[in-house]
T-cell receptor, first 115, second 112 residues
Framework: AQSVTQPDIHITVSEGASLELRCNYS??????LFWYVQSPGQGLQLLLK??????LVQGIKGFEAEFKRSQSSFNLRKPSVHWSDAAEYFC?????????????FGSGTQLTVLP | SQTIHQWPATLVQPVGSPLSLECTVE??????LYWYRQAAGRGLQLLFY??????ISSEVPQNLSASRPQDRQFILSSKKLLLSDSGFYLC???????????FGEGSWLTVV
């Protein structure tokens, strides 16, 4: 069975600083990897995804993530954080179960942005 | 473009009362549909998924049930709510030929 670990429960950064959110996965085959963002009381919005090909993927809102197979990681980065980036971030790995693609989520990382 | 609607957005229900959350997807056909729950301070847990009308798979034993009466409609129900059913419920969908799952805005359920 697949699993996802987000080691950092809460991260605080200053506005304008760089950001890296960590994600480690466990999956027996080539993973399908995702990052979602959730603002308070809202649903989840897809930031970016990795299926195959270039290991550095670009997403919305200036985010990027790098797939490193040797480290089983898919860390999310942003060079300069904006106050509006404050939210909870979820990493997920996709796997088949029966005939439907499903996601296994990490427990999330809460991002606080200081002015 | 495709959109997903989920309602009600918020509800407060007494213990032992029934529940019905509804979700519809527009702009696509034969989607895979999902119900997730997010308990306070915890991650997301897959409750049910469906690959077609009347086809429901349950991931977690509980007093909840799901139904898919129409191609783009997914309903989460309970006959008698428990306090532990409180949480944030998210409906989601994915195209049959793509691996990305798209989420609705969620429904806050508080059981009192």
């Amino acid at each position: 069975a697949q699993s996802v670990t987000q080691p950092d429960i809460h991260i605080t950064v200053s506005e304008g600083a760089s950001l890296e959110l960590r994600c480690n996965y466990s999956y027996g085959a080539t993973p399908y990897l995702f990052w979602y963002v959730q603002s308070p009381g809202q649903g989840l919005q897809l930031l970016l995804k990795y299926f195959s090909g270039d290991t550095l993927v670009q997403g919305i809102k200036g985010f990027e993530a790098e797939f490193k197979r040797s480290q089983s990681s898919f860390n999310l980065r942003k060079p300069s954080v904006h106050w509006s980036d404050a939210a909870e971030y979820f990493c997920a790995v996709g796997a088949f179960s029966g005939s439907a693609r499903q996601l296994t989520f990490g427990s999330g990382t809460q991002l606080t942005v200081l002015p | 473009s495709q959109t997903i609607h989920q309602w009600p957005a918020t509800l407060v229900q007494p213990v032992g009362s029934p529940l019905s959350l509804e979700c519809t997807v527009e702009g696509t056909s034969n989607p895979n549909l999902y119900w997730y729950r997010q308990a306070a301070g915890r991650g997301l847990q897959l409750l049910f998924y469906s690959v077609g009308i009347g086809q429901i798979s349950s991931e977690v034993p509980q007093n909840l049930s799901a139904s898919r009466p129409q191609d783009r409609q997914f309903i989460l129900s309970s006959k008698k709510l428990l306090l532990s059913d409180s949480g944030f419920y998210l409906c989601a969908w994915s195209p049959g030929t793509e691996d990305t799952i798209y989420f609705g805005e969620g429904s806050w359920l508080t059981v009192v």
